[in-house]
């Protein structure tokens, strides 16, 4: 990406795409979900990173390292593999990040998750492979750079994540729980594509944990 007509156009690819699919969203919407692409915070701080230090004469010692991954205990031991399968997920594309689109792929084998979306009527061989292929076109350009780091999840990944852990607070958190918060990023594309399936978050909240 070399300046700031690169990332808005991508934002207006991004908001053509989802207005195409029913959902509209705001061009200042569309600007803040590039952000969280690049695993910033919002556009502001991708705006200066841009003007830090694209340049591809940048040395790349210059660039900030990225965070390791450390998820939050008293997590299940299925959620624990399913987050690691979806950085797996897009660590094998050479996607620098990881977004709600590799988790809802990755919770498609959650036994929590994949629970309650059988019981939904959910149909999951179609939702795997709409998944999968948004996942391998539309983010097809989200490869990693080549300074050695590994994948990492975007804010709005972090943030689903530590939604769950909040509503699985007195218990283990679980992949339902990660399914149910998703939905709190009305914006992604994992959620539309969830939707499309016939699944809301009224029928998640409304699930049985699993007891422990």
Do not use: C
């Not at 600007?31 to 200066?48: K, P, R």
Request: aromatic share 6%; net charge neutral; charged share 25%.
């Amino acid at each position: 990406m070399r300046d700031f007509r690169d990332a808005k156009a991508m934002a207006q690819t991004l908001r053509a795409s989802l207005v195409s699919k029913g959902l509209k969203i705001s061009v200042a919407e569309s600007l803040e979900l590039t952000a969280e692409l690049f695993g910033l915070a919002d556009w502001n701080t991708l705006a200066a990173a841009i003007r830090r230090g694209s340049s591809a004469s940048e040395p790349a010692s210059v660039q900030p390292p990225r965070a390791s991954i450390k998820w939050p205990s008293g997590f299940t031991r299925e959620l624990e593999q399913t987050l690691d399968r979806a950085i797996t997920y897009a660590t094998a594309r050479k996607h620098e990040f990881a977004t709600l689109e590799h988790l809802l792929l990755a919770l498609l084998d959650d036994p929590d998750a994949l629970g309650v979306m059988k019981a939904n009527d959910v149909d999951l061989e179609a939702l795997r492979r709409t998944t999968t292929a948004y996942v391998d076109d539309k983010l097809s350009t989200w490869v990693m750079i080549k300074d050695g780091r590994d994948t990492t999840p975007t804010v709005a990944f972090r943030r689903v994540v530590h939604r769950a852990q909040v509503r699985g607070l007195k218990r283990e958190t679980s992949g339902l729980d990660v399914l149910t918060t998703m939905f709190g990023e009305s914006a992604s594309p994992a959620v539309w594509l969830l939707s499309e399936q016939g699944m809301t978050v009224e029928r998640l909240e409304s699930a049985p944990p699993r007891t422990n």
